[in-house]
């Protein structure tokens, strides 16, 4: 049994408690290990796709596991994959050693778009359909609104028609967007979350949080591109990058100060580096506390999950002092629980 007892956030009011299984309790539980420390609901990586090693690869069981062992390992106790590159394994979200997961099967995207080996192409007419069924499955549908700076971003009409049949079946739409006017067709779509949001009008911050849409901005990723877009030979598609690359920090911060609710992913590999993008997002001028929310309790919120709290599902990591204050601490937590289970 395992036993948890400290400052734990957001609020940093002092807990105690013991998992039941699954469930945090506040019953004692005579015997049980006693973890202290700062406490944190588990992190989240809202943006990965393990268990290929790169773009158009099939899914690899063994990969895949191995990728989601380095999520755990960060503390990284959920994940969400907005597409993936097969049909993940019965164990997937479920073992005693991989994250809890949300997945929304293949990436849908326009024919001529997308990782050539990844995803399913679809007519517009079908679009709607592919991607209610697709929610119906796992909750999710994942769809390419844009693609490269040349290409046409999925029209208005057609997303809207995702957006009512995936929301008809209760599920959500996840949005791919990197350029203007697909990002800005997206939000007034209505989708439930933006991925990426690179070159989003910052204009359209304030209709995503009337409607509650999610920003995952996927920061240090898109950051990380910016040295090989400055060696790039000039052109469309170094302007494009450069710009919305450069901008992309600034987009992101303002999202939360607009009342967005951003979302922490790492999108590429390796996996586990959930951490590059809590200091990314803090870099680009989130306080601490709004980048480990994004990276944590408001992620966990949103996908359904409870924090610190008796009756919650049984994850934390814990640190051997406030993360806020020393962002430093995040490479090293002192554990990490996982359904009640130390799994570091
Ligand atoms: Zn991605």
Redesign the pocket.
Known sequence: MIRIRGNALPSGEVVDLCADGDRWTTDPAPGAELIEGWLLPGLVDA?T?PGAEKPGDPLDEDLLREDLHRHVDAGVTVIRA??IAGEPPAWFGRDPDVPRAWHAGPWLAQHGQFFDGWGRRVEHSELPGVAAAQAARTGWAKIIADWGPDDEPVPLTVLRAVVDAVHAVGGRVAAHSQQAAGGLAAVAAGVDSI?HGMCLDPSALATMAARGSVLTPTLSVIESGLSKARSAPPGPRRDWYLNGAEAHGRLAATAVEAGVTVLAGT?SRPTGRITDEILALVNAGLRPHDALAAASWSARTYLGLGGLTPGSPADAVVYPADPRTDLSLLANPTAVILRGRRVR
Do not use: L, Q, R
Request: charged share 35%; net charge negative; hydrophobic share 0%.
């Open positions: 943006h796709h907005p597409g991925e999108d």
